[in-house]
């Protein structure tokens, strides 16, 4: 008589197998580990194994996110780093990271990219992960609501989002003591801050009322 056990686990980063066999006079053992190690400019990444056709995905900040339109249970490591182990080659990817997944206090600009990659290529998409929280900003200058489409400009220049018609404005990923410009008119400007700490509690969207000057 022949009897056979056979086991087999999937984790995040490679799959294992076992197996025995035992008879009257013998009894033998095998397993096996298959997975993929990626050399790339972040350092090595290990994953499952992988396609001639596969996503490099870099969100540095958003260690423990999930990938969304896997369908597998792929999530961003320590490193900021995940492989998605297989793609389709000269068609649109689309390849996204679970909000939910990102814990409080964290956002991206975008949640989903699209790439084609070419067959036996290893494609890279990167997520600009901004620690911060949500804020929904009712503004006046002067005593008086500021018109819609105004612009608002971050403390690095960059055009970052616009007025409402309720002269409220929606910023994303906003650290303590952020501050922020609002044009006005072509000659006249006026700043903001948004003040919290660290420590206070938070909610996903939080709302104050502010003055520009």
């Known amino acids: 008589n022949k009897s056979n056990l056979n086991l087999r686990y999937k984790a995040d980063v490679t799959e294992l197998s076992a197996g025995t066999s035992f008879s009257n006079n013998s009894k033998e053992l095998d397993y096996g580990v298959t997975g993929s190690v990626l050399v790339h400019s972040g350092g090595l990444l290990f994953a499952r194994e992988a396609n001639d056709t596969a996503i490099l995905v870099e969100a540095k900040g958003a260690a423990g ?121 072509k000659d006249k400007l006026c700043k903001f801050s948004i003040k919290y700490d660290e420590n206070d509690k938070m909610k996903n969207i939080n709302k104050v009322n502010v003055a520009c000057q």
Do not use: W
């Not at 997944?101 to 949640?111: E, K, R, V």
């Not at 290893?122 to 008086?144: A, H, M, P, T």
């Open 65 to 185: 996110a999930k990938v969304d339109k896997t369908g597998e249970n792929i999530t961003i490591n320590n490193s900021g780093y995940a492989l998605i182990p297989y793609a389709t080659a000269y068609h649109y990817n689309d390849i996204g990271l679970s909000p939910e997944s990102l814990g409080a206090g964290y956002d991206i600009d975008g949640n989903v990219i699209k790439v084609a990659p070419t067959r036996g290529a290893i494609s890279k998409v990167i997520f600009d992960v901004r620690k911060g929280y949500n804020f929904l900003v009712s503004l006046q200058y002067q005593e008086k609501p500021i018109k819609f489409g105004t612009v608002v400009v971050n403390d690095s220049g960059k055009n970052i989002s616009i007025v409402n018609d309720d002269s409220t404005v929606y910023l994303t990923g906003v650290k303590p003591n952020s501050s922020y410009t609002v044009n006005i008119d």
